[in-house]
């Protein structure tokens, strides 16, 4: 179904992607394990967040794409000011510091900022495979040859981990994707000693992503009958999962170095979530508030994935006695309850449930912010 040109599933199923950021990223303590992300590798609920985006992406893409040809400028300037915002992103936390911590220096700042400051994060590995998959889309006119060029970015992926370190290919200390961080952008400019997780290598099956929701969104948008393309959509899931167990034989799924076993498995869950949603949103309208709350959150992805982390980066530096304010209000709220785990997943929830009243100013005025 749609309304406005838009499509109720694919606004609801970003909603819940957004909704699970908040969520997800900006957990005071360890939340129970099946909630965190895996340390290296390892599969759990938390790792499927930025795929999903990736994935979304692509899945717009071919909405956009089938309504108009939108120029190679009109693109490349898309992605850049999405880079641009990442790395603006990244300077938050040097300039919330400067702003509130009287101890914090300009000469602090420009350390941090500049001479360590992270050059790549979330949008920035979201607007290098957005920018590399519509250079492919724009290429490849088949479906069959974007898929195969998809399977062709995972494929060149792993071999790359294997012929760099063929003994030991995912090792954390020696790998390929760690040794082209520690080239561009530099040891000084990534998130963790050992690796960036959103590192200019893992962009290659990162892109595999993007493709994964290109392909999605032209069976969303196909003219077959709604339940002959979900369950299209279920196949090519199940066949996805599939590939990705088979592929674990070789590789690890690891989200920190975005191995193709992992691409594979959240293209697989994405496909299914996206059958689910087709099948609840787009054969009668939500009418129920939180449905329509969550496509307010799923209008508009990108703002709410900036809003939530820059007020998460000003409550961790704004100072308040010995701590600061996200952890102050978490520990007079919910932190000694029940258990240390029981109490961080209860403030991870009120946290996302804040941002709904702001959900709702969007809905009721229909506000959608684009880039």
Known sequence: MT???RICSLDMLRGILVAAIFFFDVPPADMYPILMHKAWQGFSVAEVGLPLFAFMMGTSMAISFSRRTPSMKSLVK???IIFALGLFLGTLIPLCSLILVKTFTVENFINDAIYHGRFFGVLQRLSITYLFAVMIVRSIKSDAGILAATFALLIVSSIGFHIYAPDNPFSPEHNISRAVDYIIPGANHIYMETHD????YGCIAGTSSVLFGYLAGKILIDNAPLN??????IVAGILFLIVAGLWSFTDIVSKRIWTSPYALINAGLDYLSLALCMKVFDTSPPVKKISLLLIALGKNPLFFFCANLSAAIFLYILPVGD??????????????LISPEFGTTLFCTMWTLCWFPLAEIFRRFNIVIKI
């Not at 997780?197 to 200019?200: A, C």
């Not at 701590?323 to 000694?336: D, G, P, S, V």
């Open 3 to 5: 309304t406005s040109n």
């Open 78 to 80: 898309r992605a850049a």
């Open 197 to 200: 997780p959103e590192g200019l």
């Open 228 to 233: 002959d393309r979900i369950f299209l959509m």
């Open 323 to 336: 701590t600061n304010a996200y952890f102050w209000i978490f520990e007079h709220t919910t932190k000694n």
